[in-house]
């Protein structure tokens, strides 16, 4: 009979509709009875998904005049104009990918620019060099003196623009400066050479400087290649000549890795100077004779057994004579005044946290007087120590009345 059953039903065919529909029901079952481990393996291969694009996406910074950082201060903007003009603009951070980048120009980073933003000041005398010999054209923007003496192109610092200037005329007949026009000015920086464009007064040094021959631009303003102000006059315009004079750009930004480092740390021989090696063991001995001397002056130490009464009145006595010595009329006042009023107060029972008018009003009351006679003796100020002796007679008759009542 089964094998009758069997010939009569054959088992449908694999590819078959029947078939994909027993292997999707199936699924579905699956995924019914694994529901939990279904929902944790979809959000993991979503983070995982995720992630992953996270990485290969491209990456921006917060680093000032960045092709990477598009916030304000960044030049985000200023790379992706001169790369729509067909200008080949590669950002690095080190100096070796600097190199490698300008040796990979044609022909060996002859024809291409270097823009150079050392802000913190990272570079030394030999680094620079090696920049300087590896392109034909080096633009700087705001260097510092130990970078124009290193690069040696007769280009020095001269100042920065004087208040209340916030835009410059070119000025001059470069290429590039007359036809930008007029260019931000504020917080820029001025040089002297013997090129000079953007001069806030005759003789003072200009925003852009060039050498003779034009290997060496500087540029004195870095918020004109910023973000925020690239369209401001002929911010743009100064910009994109000066950095798209060629097809590759290498846009170098250096940091801390750039920093030489000494082999080994320097010694306190070699730190200290010439003369310590003759006066330092002569003050020694000096310093050794002084103790000696000073030191047989005070004597043997003095045991004294404590604890040690000291009785009241000397205490005071003390502390007056010390008032005394420093004329301290105030503070002796204050003392005063401030021990009468915590005995009037608790003899008045007004509690320790009574203020001074309570304590005026209650003596006046217990003795029948008005509030202003007691403050002008309560309150008074006295000036000289005779006037202080009178006072605090005063204080001490006030007080003797309000207790013998």
């Given at each position: 009979m089964t094998a009758l059953l069997?010939?009569?039903?054959?088992?449908?065919?694999?590819?078959?509709?029947?078939?994909?529909?027993?292997?999707?029901r199936a699924l579905t079952e699956w995924i019914r009875r694994h529901r939990t481990w279904t929902v944790l393996i979809l959000v993991f291969s979503l983070g995982v998904g995720l992630t992953i694009l996270a990485q290969l996406s491209p990456r921006g910074d917060n680093d000032p005049l960045s092709t990477r950082n598009?916030?304000?201060e960044g030049a985000r903007a200023a790379a992706e104009i001169l790369r729509n003009h067909g200008?080949?603009?590669?950002?690095?951070?080190?100096?070796?990918?600097t190199l490698s980048a300008l040796d990979r120009a044609e022909p060996r980073g002859r024809g291409a620019t270097l823009l150079l933003y050392d802000r913190n000041g990272y570079l030394d005398r030999e680094q620079l060099q090696a920049l300087q010999r590896a392109t034909d054209r080096l633009v700087v923007v705001t260097p510092r003196l130990n970078t124009l003496s290193a690069l040696d192109a007769g280009i020095?610092?001269?100042?920065?623009?004087?208040?209340?200037?916030?835009?410059?005329?070119?000025?001059?007949?470069?290429d590039d400066p007359a036809a930008a026009g007029a260019v931000t000015a504020e917080s820029a920086y001025l040089y002297e050479a013997d090129r000079i464009c953007y001069q806030p007064v005759e003789g003072l040094g200009g925003i852009y400087a060039s050498s003779d021959e034009g290997r060496l631009v500087v540029l004195g303003s870095a918020q004109m290649i910023s973000n925020?102000?690239?369209?401001?006059?002929?911010n743009a315009a100064l910009a994109l000549r000066t950095l798209g004079a060629s097809d590759n750009l290498v846009w170098y930004l250096p940091g801390i890795a750039d920093v030489t480092v000494e082999d080994r740390p320097k010694t306190l021989d070699e730190l200290a100077p010439p003369w310590v090696a003759f006066l330092g063991p002569w003050l020694a001995l000096v310093a050794v004779l002084a103790m000696f001397w000073r030191g047989r002056r005070l004597g043997p130490l003095v045991f004294e057994p404590l604890p040690v009464v000291v009785k009241a009145v000397e205490t005071a006595e003390g502390r007056a004579r010390l008032y005394h010595d420093a004329h301290a009329v105030d503070r002796a006042a204050d003392n005063l005044r401030a021990g009468t009023l915590v005995r009037l107060a608790r003899f008045l029972r007004l509690g320790p946290d009574a203020e001074s008018t309570a304590i005026v009003h209650g003596a006046a009351r217990h003795l029948g007087r008005t509030p202003e006679e007691m403050a002008q003796v309560l309150e008074a100020r006295p000036r000289t120590e005779s006037g202080l002796v009178r006072w605090a007679q005063q204080l001490e008759s006030l007080e003797k009345e309000v207790t013998a009542r």
């Open positions: 069997e010939s009569e039903n054959p088992p449908a065919p694999a590819g078959s509709p029947a078939a994909a529909g027993g292997a999707g598009a916030a304000p200008v080949d603009v590669s950002q690095t951070d080190t100096l070796a990918a020095a610092p001269a100042g920065v623009v004087p208040q209340g200037v916030s835009t410059l005329e070119p000025g001059c007949v470069l925020r102000l690239l369209d401001e006059h002929g």
